[in-house]
């Protein structure tokens, strides 16, 4: 009986997140449209609804109902399920995010462990979308995303360590834990940056968005997908997102904690920290031009991987002598 | 970045040719060519004796000769290449006049050169003298169907390779021949 | 073209896998290429191994209709060349058909006319600024430009009742003076653009992905440069002082006051930089020839049937984009005996190949935005 009535809590807590996360992905776009118009002098979307509240469900609406067109030569099979092998880890990765200290879908012990295998997979969907595509641009698009993504991917992992070696573990919620008196962005400001800048490039944001690049590839990897493809796509993108700033907001702000003295509920606090980071991620997107494919890998290998494996000695060091 | 300004060149176009002298504009260059290349210089006008519009028509078999000579001569440095293009007059013997319209930085004067072809034949290619020729000849091969001898890549540039003709001869007609007539497809009618 | 390689797949030996080189078609229709202009690259990865421009997708035979209508009825042609800065070309046309009369104008006309010019070089290198940020990834700057870009249009239409394709002036003149108002709203643009000029350079100028972008890349020296003909902000770009403004003035240009900038590098970034300063200047000018604006009539008399003597002129005059000449010859009647239109989009496009060879593909981008071609003029 237990099993079936926990079995039902998880899926009921599943549906929730899934479809929070969905609306809140699609609530997303409007934010960065919003933000980039206002910043841009200019209003954005205002014909939807009230300031254009609605726009995102009738994007939505729009893709579902455009024509879904597979190009006659690309490899069809591989070409439909590329998207699904995008959007599906973008999602899995929700399942062990910690939204306030009681409301999570799981615990896992390796969490953050889990979250940066789970993500990883994403990249598949990128090479299989631009070798399935049959196209130049899209191939070009995917060729850089996966030495793209697989570089910083291992930042990624390198910069994380040293908070993890400050809280003892890999479980999200023992990090956050470990966070109650200071945030470890205070101890590890180098990680924090390291950090956000593979998270960029993770994400395929500006200034690293070179596989999607419009002026040089169109759109990268995307470039033959339409309609309801496309939107996942366009869906694992912004779930993705979400994801990191969860992860950095988790590993370098302190999850849900507050700070002390104000009194807020948890989840507030971390609805309130994770739009500030995205709010950052729009930020850098309106100001910065893009990086060159070529000047992309030398900024990772020749700046961030001996700035990350430093960190790394440093907070060993420094945990050994002191603590 | 904005430097001091540079010396005043307030003249027009050469119009400080000097005053009242009888000489007709470009003189001086006319007898640098012919120095090096007796007979290579055939006319020389100028439109209203203005200056800027000096103009030398050279022999064919002289110009590539002449064109490096005025490109470098200290006394002429035409160095750049303003323009290149053709004028067609149907009824000549030469029928194809092509024109160069260069320009010296170090003396701030331009000069037109000019040569007369026949028509089919070809005329030697400047583009060893000044690089951006390469287009401007492939556009007169293009549009007037000169041909150039020595060009690297001479090909159509504006209209498609398989044009035919040559759209700004004078006998080009504005429609018909030349233009490509498109016919519907013939729609089969109801019982066909 | 180059060869195409068979589609057919060549055996190779099952030990090395073998590599071949890409070819890429950039356009006609893609984001960077500033309208109907297709590149073909050859790719080795990303490394540009050979270029060539496939062009003449506008190509209207502008210079066709010009030996059939009358000097009067091309001006309005003028403005589909260069439909980026109009006026600019407008003025090209009228001052080479006014040096085969011989006409003089009025002050005020060339005053006018010189104003005129120079926002649409303000209109001009806006736009190339934008679309040149965009190219690279800096999106604000693009809408930031439009908007001051937009400012210009108005004025256009507060003088001439049109935007884009303004037909602004005449043989001889100008059709009418311009409104009051017109001067009043471009001394207030004058006043209000230096301040927006350094909003732009805040976001690029010393941005350092935008230097890494763009310095080093696509460098030409100035003796290739001059080689190849390249005229305008590329020829200055690479450090020769050379502007046909200040080197054979014509409308007001010999009584105002203005800097001609360089660059030392002929790279992408010195070009931004010439064209950044140019937009400063054109201000200056503006600012100057509204001060000094003289009184008096916008035209000369000008007789009713337009025949110029049998004859030939080249005139050209600085576009913003390079040398904009027209090459008139005339058998004294009506109509022109043939016109020729040097465009500089064109001849400057000629240089892409030697600017884009050893490049990557994003350098191609950037060496096409900042070449900063209008396709209308350069297919005619």
């Known amino acids: ?323 | 970045m904005p430097d001091e300004a540079q010396p005043d060149g307030k003249e027009e176009g050469g119009a400080s040719a000097p005053a009242g002298a009888k000489a007709p504009p470009a003189q001086d260059l006319r007898e640098l060519v012919e120095r090096e290349y007796a007979g290579a210089v055939l006319e020389q006008t100028a439109y209203k004796d203005l200056a800027s519009e000096a103009t030398l028509v050279v022999r064919m078999d002289a110009l590539v000769q002449a064109g490096a000579l005025l490109r470098d001569h200290p006394s002429a440095r035409f160095r750049l290449l303003s323009d290149l293009t053709a004028v067609h007059y149907p009824g000549d013997e030469r029928p194809f006049h092509v024109v160069y319209h260069l320009y010296s930085f170090d003396h701030n004067r331009r000069l037109r050169l000019k040569v007369k072809a026949r028509d089919g034949e070809q005329v030697p290619s400047v583009v060893p003298v000044w690089g951006g020729a390469n287009w401007m000849e492939r556009e007169v091969y293009d549009l007037f169907g000169v041909s150039f001898k020595g060009h690297p890549d001479l090909r159509r540039i504006l209209l498609p390779e398989d044009w035919g003709s040559h759209p700004l001869r004078k006998d080009y007609p504005l429609e018909g021949r030349g233009e490509r007539v498109y016919t519907k497809p013939r729609r089969k009618e109801f019982g066909d | 073209m180059f060869e195409v390689e068979s589609s057919t797949r060549v055996e190779r030996s099952s030990v090395v896998p073998g590599t071949e080189e890409l070819i890429i078609n950039m356009g006609p229709q893609h984001p960077s290429t500033h309208g109907v202009l297709r590149v073909i690259l050859r790719l080795d990865g990303e490394t540009v191994k050979d270029c060539d421009c496939d062009i003449g997708f506008l190509h209207r035979g502008t210079e066709k209709i010009g030996e059939n209508i009358t000097y009067t009825m091309f001006i309005p042609y003028t403005d589909r060349l260069d439909y980026i800065a109009a006026p600019s070309s407008n003025l090209a046309w009228v001052t080479a058909v006014e040096k085969l009369f011989g006409w003089e104008i009025p002050m005020r006309a060339h005053y006018i006319r010189t104003l005129v010019a120079e926002f649409s070089r303000i209109s001009s290198h806006l736009l190339w600024l934008a679309t040149h940020a965009l190219d690279i990834g800096a999106m604000t700057v693009f809408l930031w430009c439009f908007r001051e870009r937009e400012m210009v249009l108005d004025l256009f239409e507060h003088a001439f009742g049109a935007r884009l394709t303004v037909n602004a002036f005449r043989l001889g003149g100008l059709f009418q003076d311009v409104p009051q108002k017109f001067l009043d709203l471009s001394q207030e643009f004058a006043d209000l653009f230096p301040g927006r000029i350094g909003d732009y350079e805040t976001l690029l100028t010393d941005n350092r992905i935008w230097l890494q972008r763009t310095r080093g890349v696509g460098v030409i020296s100035a003796d290739d440069a001059i080689d190849l003909s390249l005229t305008g902000p590329i020829l200055r770009g690479s450090g020769v002082r050379w502007d046909i403004r200040r080197a054979q003035p014509y409308a007001a240009y010999p009584y105002l006051d203005f800097v001609v900038p360089v660059g030392e590098n002929g790279d992408v970034y010195d070009r931004y930089l010439v064209r950044i300063e140019e937009m400063r200047q054109s201000t200056r000018i503006i600012q100057q020839c509204l001060a000094q604006l003289p009184k008096g009539p916008v035209s000369c008399k000008v007789p009713r049937t337009i025949k110029p003597p049998a004859g030939e002129v080249y005139h050209s005059i600085e576009n913003p984009k390079g040398e904009f000449g027209f090459y008139i010859v005339s058998d004294g009647s009506e109509t022109p005996y043939r016109v020729r239109i040097r465009p500089p989009s064109f001849v400057n496009l000629g240089g892409l190949k030697k600017l884009a060879l050893g490049g990557l593909v994003a350098d191609v981008v950037a060496i096409i935005g900042s070449i900063d071609i209008v396709l209308g003029e350069c297919d005619r």
């Open chain 1, 1 to 323: 009986m237990g099993i079936a009535v926990e079995a039902v809590i998880a899926l009921v807590k599943i549906a929730v997140v899934l479809g929070v996360v969905s609306l809140v992905v699609a609530y997303l776009t409007y934010l960065e449209r919003k933000i980039i118009a206002h910043i841009q002098q200019r209003l954005g979307p205002m014909r939807v609804g009230w300031h254009g509240l609605l726009q995102p469900i009738a994007d939505g609406a729009k893709l579902f109902l455009k024509e879904d067109i597979i190009p006659d030569k690309a490899d069809k099979v591989v070409f439909v399920i590329a998207p699904i092998m995008v959007l599906v880890p973008a999602f899995v990765v929700y399942s062990v995010l910690p939204f306030s200290s009681t409301f999570y879908i799981t615990q896992v012990n390796i969490g953050i462990f889990f979250i940066l295998a789970v993500s990883s997979l994403g990249v598949f969907g990128i090479v299989m979308a631009g070798w399935a595509s049959n196209s130049k641009y899209s191939l070009l698009g995917a060729l850089r995303s996966a030495a793209q993504m697989l570089s910083y991917e291992i930042f990624l992992g390198f910069s994380i360590i040293g908070p993890l070696m400050l809280a003892g573990s890999l479980n999200m919620q023992k990090i956050v834990e470990a966070q109650s008196d200071v945030w470890f962005v205070f101890y590890q400001p180098l990680a924090f940056v390291v950090f956000f800048i593979a998270a960029l490039a993770e994400t395929n944001r500006v200034p690293f968005d070179l596989p999607e690049a419009e002026t040089e590839l169109v759109a990268g990897f995307h470039t033959e997908y339409s309609g309801m493809k496309f939107a996942f796509f366009f869906l694992a993108e912004y779930a993705s997102i979400m994801v990191v700033s969860t992860v950095a907001v988790t590993l370098f702000f302190g999850g849900w904690q507050g700070i002390g003295w104000i009194p807020l509920p948890g989840f507030v606090w971390y609805v309130l920290k994770l739009g500030a980071m995205i709010f950052v991620f729009i930020w850098i997107r309106a100001t910065l031009p893009r990086y060159r494919y070529d000047q992309l890998m030398r900024l990772g290998w020749k700046f961030m991987f001996p700035l990350v494996m430093a960190n790394i000695f440093l907070t060993g060091l420094v945990k050994f002598l002191f603590l």
